[in-house]
C-alpha cells in the first residue's frame, strides 16, 4: 500500500537525510530515504505494544515490590516478638507469612523475567502472552489460586 505524506518540513527532510546517510556510511548495504522511512513506519505498531506492556509490567513490579515491603515488616514483627518472648504471636504471625508466601511469588518472578527478556528479543508475541499470564495472576491476587 502507498502513503503519501505532503508538507514536511525542509528541515525534518534534511534531517531525515542526514540520518540515512550515516547509516549508509556505517553499513556496507546502502538504504534509500523510502526504505528508511518505511522500516520506521512499520516499527510503529510493535513499539507501542512493547510501551504497553513495559507499563504493564512496572505495575506489576511495583506490585510485588509492595508486597516483598509488607513481608519485610511482618518479619520485623516476627523478629521483635522474638525477641520479646511473645512466642505464640511470633507463631500465628510466622503461620500467616508461611501461607501468604508460596510459589505463586517464584512464578510471578520468573514471569516478569521472561517477559523482559522477550521484549530483548523482540519476540511481541510471547512477550503479550506471558504479559497476558502475569495479568491473570495479579488479578487472582488476595483469592484461592493467587498468594
Known amino acids: 500500500m502507498d502513503l503519501i505524506i505532503r508538507n514536511i518540513d525542509p528541515k525534518v527532510i534534511y534531517s531525515i537525510d542526514k540520518m540515512i546517510e550515516q547509516y549508509n556510511h556505517q553499513n556496507k548495504t546502502k538504504i534509500s530515504r523510502s526504505k528508511f522511512l518505511r522500516d520506521r513506519i512499520e516499527k510503529i505498531p510493535e513499539e507501542d505494544l512493547y ?13 510485588m515490590v509492595e508486597n516483598m515491603e509488607a513481608y519485610q ?18 507463631l500465628n ?3 500467616d507469612l508461611s501461607l501468604k508466601t508460596d510459589k505463586n ?22 512477550a503479550k502472552n506471558l504479559n497476558n499470564e502475569l495479568k491473570e495472576r495479579n488479578e487472582n491476587y488476595d483469592t484461592e489460586e493467587g498468594i
Open 51 to 63: 510501551k504497553k506492556i513495559d507499563s504493564e509490567t512496572a505495575v506489576q513490579l511495583k506490585a
Open 73 to 90: 515488616d511482618a518479619v520485623d514483627k516476627l523478629f521483635f516478638l522474638l525477641i520479646t518472648g511473645d512466642t505464640e504471636e511470633a
Open 105 to 126: 511469588v517464584r512464578r510471578k518472578i520468573n514471569l516478569i523475567s521472561k517477559i523482559l527478556d522477550a521484549i530483548i528479543q523482540e519476540d511481541k508475541t510471547k
Open 93 to 95: 504471625l510466622s503461620e
